[in-house]
């Protein structure tokens, strides 16, 4: 018999994963379950896992930032997006940035088996619902949104989403080991290059592209 497959669960929504629990357990070998995108970064480092489930909105770090920091230290991971977000720009953010799967959270379950085979064959899976959208937009070359948010850097981005979930500058700066003047260093260096005024913009900017949840 052959060596099952080993999964990495990431959701914040413990009803969902334990759902998700049952419906992976018959075919791949679970390793773990982790609910936010920093516990991710950690698991995968350890566990090594052939294939990681994500959802893309999850506290402290999004999936999609989660998944790019994941890049750079192995090229070769394999994601699998599980989500609510029915939006094509998520789905191209989701793509562009590797992933090898994009699932809606209410499609059929077979559809995440189905991707998560695919990401073991190195093939791209999208769910059919918003597949053909994606498809023409990619193929037309079409950027409907621009990223604005293309420019900053992993760290800024993970300050932004820390800011817009409401913590404090003294607390993220002992989230991400460093010290409060460099979170406000780069919180000011984000509002200049973002051309925003407050706090609230940065929330505003945060929520509207996709790096923090509403």
Not at 68 to 83: A, C, P
């Amino acid at each position: 018999m052959s060596e099952r497959r080993r999964v990495l669960l990431a959701d914040d929504h413990r009803m969902v994963a334990e759902g998700l629990r049952t419906l992976l357990e018959p075919e791949f070998e679970l390793v773990g379950i982790v609910e936010d995108g920093r516990a991710l970064l950690e698991a995968t480092m350890r566990l090594r896992p052939d294939v990681i489930v994500a959802d893309i909105s999850m506290p402290h770090l999004n999936g999609i930032d989660a998944l790019l920091q994941l890049k750079r230290y192995d090229h070769d991971v394999r994601v699998v997006m599980l989500t609510m977000h029915k939006d094509v720009a998520y789905a191209r953010r989701a793509l562009k940035a590797g992933a090898l799967g994009y699932v809606l959270k209410h499609s059929a379950p077979a559809e995440l088996v189905t991707a998560v085979n695919a990401a073991l064959e190195g093939r791209t899976y999208i769910t059919p619902a918003i597949a053909g959208e994606v498809l023409q937009e990619l193929r037309a070359g079409r950027r409907q949104i621009i990223d604005e948010a293309a420019g900053l850097t992993s760290r800024q981005r993970e300050i932004l989403q820390l800011l817009a979930e409401g913590c404090s500058a003294k607390a993220i700066a002992t989230r991400l080991d460093i010290s409060p003047r460099t979170v406000e260093f780069h919180k000011y260096h984000m509002m200049e290059a973002l051309n925003v005024q407050s706090n609230a913009e940065l929330v505003h900017f945060a929520i509207k592209h996709g790096i923090v949840a509403i």
